[in-house]
Structure formats: structure tokens, C-alpha cells
């Protein structure tokens, strides 16, 4: 089952990395969160990744393409023209990378992907969001419900302090980060059926929007609820937070490490 990856927007809220680079290119630990992303499906045997890109997609490109000497001990002979790689480290991954347009929506990045993906179920994420969400579990919750779709529900935790004030200013209690409003929310990790497609159309379809509104009201739209660890990096302060994570080895989403 191939994994497609959202990876082709501008991250604006982000624009302290993604002036020079695609935001899945942003690093966590010297790794882009892309890499990160597709360990976590590896770590459940999938590894045929299909990685939809826009916003400088020569940048995403040129990492897998160089990927072998990026993480290799190498040797260079300038005199005999020649290179020698030392303890070659490889993933077992089959990429391929698709220019989508660097303006085009979520629905149409996807809709560009139709004939690469095939007629078979597949997966979907989106580019900078990392978990430890079970897959097997997912596509368990997705092959019983028999719908089109299974998208991964999560409960955020807030992201700032939560206080309650009286009328005349004095704070009765502080909370740093409480948990969200109890709302489930959109957290990616999604399983499809190939008719997705007939839900799709141009590059300025949604997906989030009228595929998914739609596919809700025919009743053909599962959730997997995910209690665990789910992390976007939307800000410079989410970024900091998961390298933090990483480097303290408290990262819940690297199943590979454990």
C-alpha cells in the first residue's frame, strides 16, 4: 500500500524556516520532519512513499537524490575520479516525488497523484504532523467500518496559559496548557478508497472542504480516535518543542527507536 504525503505548501507560519526551504524540510534533530514522518510508516512495513510537493520541490528532490552520501561515510578520489561510500545508510524506500504546483490546493495535489497511486487503497498525510498513532490499528477501525475514508481524530492540548479572572482583575486560578475543549479534530493519518477521486477535481478543490463535507453526509467518513502522542509543526515554537524532544529522547512518535 503506497503512503502519499502532503508536502507541497508555503508554511507562512513558519517563515523563519520555510523562507529557504519546504516546511517538511524543516529539521528536527538534523532530520527534516518528512523523514520522521516516513519512518513512522516504515516502522509498520510500509515503505512505497508517494511525496506530493510544490513550494520548492527542488529541495525535497535533491535530498532523496543525494541521500546516499548525505548519511554515508565517503571516500572522494579527485585523481582517479571516483567515490567511495563507507557504511552505506539506506532506507528500504521506493519515492517518488510529484511537482503539484506551488499554488495548488490539498484536494487537487492529491487529484494529480490519481494515476500514480492506482486502483488500491492507500494512505495519506499531511507533511509536517507526527505521531504515534498504531497503524495497524487504523487500518483495522478502517476495513470494519466499510467506509471510503478513515482520517485519525485527535484532542489538541491548548496552547497557552488558561486563566480565570474576576470583575475586578484578580486571578482566581492559572493553568499552563490545559487540555483543548474536549473537541476531536482533523488529524491526518487518513486511509482511502481509490473513489477519493471521484470526490476531486481541480487544483482549487480542498480536500479538507467539500470532499470531506460531503462524504460525511453520505455517512461514508470514519474516525480512528487517538489517545496518544500527535504533534503538528505549525510554529518555531512547535519546531523547538520536537527537537527538544528528540534530543532528550523523549520523542513518543520514533517507534523506530524503541
Known amino acids: 500500500m503506497k503512503v502519499v504525503i502532503l508536502a507541497g505548501g508555503l508554511g507562512t507560519r513558519l517563515s523563519e524556516e520555510t523562507n529557504l526551504i519546504p516546511k517538511p524540510m524543516v529539521e528536527i534533530g538534523g532530520r527534516p520532519i518528512l523523514w520522521h514522518i516516513m519512518k ?84 495519506l498525510t499531511y507533511g509536517d504532523g507526527v505521531s504515534d498513532v498504531n497503524i495497524k490499528e487504523l487500518m483495522k477501525s478502517h476495513e470494519e467500518s466499510k467506509k471510503n475514508v478513515t482520517l485519525t481524530a485527535i484532542q489538541p492540548k491548548g496552547r497557552f496559559g488558561a486563566l480565570d479572572i474576576k470583575n475586578d482583575g484578580s486571578i482566581t486560578s492559572f493553568k499552563e496548557k490545559p487540555d483543548g475543549d474536549g473537541a476531536w479534530i482533523n488529524g491526518g493519518f487518513f486511509i482511502m478508497e481509490h473513489n477519493i477521486f471521484n470526490y476531486l477535481s481541480n487544483n482549487n478543490s480542498i480536500l479538507e472542504k467539500e470532499p470531506m463535507e460531503t462524504l460525511a453526509l453520505e455517512g461514508q467518513l470514519n474516525s480512528y480516535k487517538h489517545n496518544g502522542f500527535w504533534r503538528s509543526m505549525d510554529t518555531l515554537k512547535d519546531k523547538n518543542d520536537l527537537t527538544e524532544m528528540w534530543t532528550n529522547g523523549t520523542c513518543p512518535w520514533a517507534l523506530w527507536l524503541k
Not at 73 to 92: A, Y
Open 40 to 123: 513512522i510508516y516504515s516502522y509498520w512495513g510500509f515503505n512505497e512513499f508517494v511525496v506530493l510537493t510544490g513550494y520548492k520541490s527542488h529541495v525535497i528532490k535533491e535530498y532523496f537524490i543525494n541521500y546516499y552520501t548525505r548519511y554515508s561515510d565517503i571516500t572522494v578520489d579527485m585523481k582517479n575520479n571516483s567515490v567511495e561510500l563507507h557504511n552505506n545508510r539506506t532506507e528500504p524506500w521506493k519515492v517518488t516525488m510529484l511537482y503539484t504546483g506551488k499554488d495548488t490546493m490539498t484536494g487537487g495535489r492529491l487529484f494529480a497523484a490519481k494515476e500514480f497511486i492506482g486502483k488500491e487503497r492507500f494512505m
